[in-house]
């Protein structure tokens, strides 16, 4: 499967519904599903600001590591900024988790 093809597979509405099951209950009602599609939003921005999508930096086949904490502390700092919310690290961790679970339930990750 192409990676255009794995792209279209990504639903929005379905990720924040896995990410929102994803959570533990305490987390639940903390955050709203905008809330969620927010910061999902800003993890791929990191993932470009870091040049993850571009094709000439990685081979395909290549795995992509980055820094959990680096990306954590982007969420945290932008929706800060942003005024969206104050949100603790551990909670930004438990929606990077999400996400990915969900983007590997798609095999977009493989």
């Known amino acids: 499967m192409s990676d255009k093809e794995k792209e279209m597979l990504y639903d929005e509405d379905d990720a924040v ?16 599903d905008d809330e969620i599609n927010y910061i999902v ?15 000439n930096l990685h081979k395909e086949d290549e795995d992509i590591e980055f820094d959990e904490e680096e990306l954590i502390q982007y969420v945290v700092q932008n929706a800060l900024n942003d005024d969206v919310g104050q949100f603790e690290p551990e909670e930004i961790l438990f929606i990077v988790q999400g996400e990915l679970e969900y983007c590997d339930s798609l095999e977009m990750l493989e």
């Open 17 to 32: 519904k896995f990410i929102q099951n994803y959570l533990p209950q305490e987390l639940k009602e903390k955050f709203s």
């Open 41 to 55: 939003d800003l993890i791929y921005e990191f993932y470009e600001t870091k040049g993850f999508f571009d094709e």
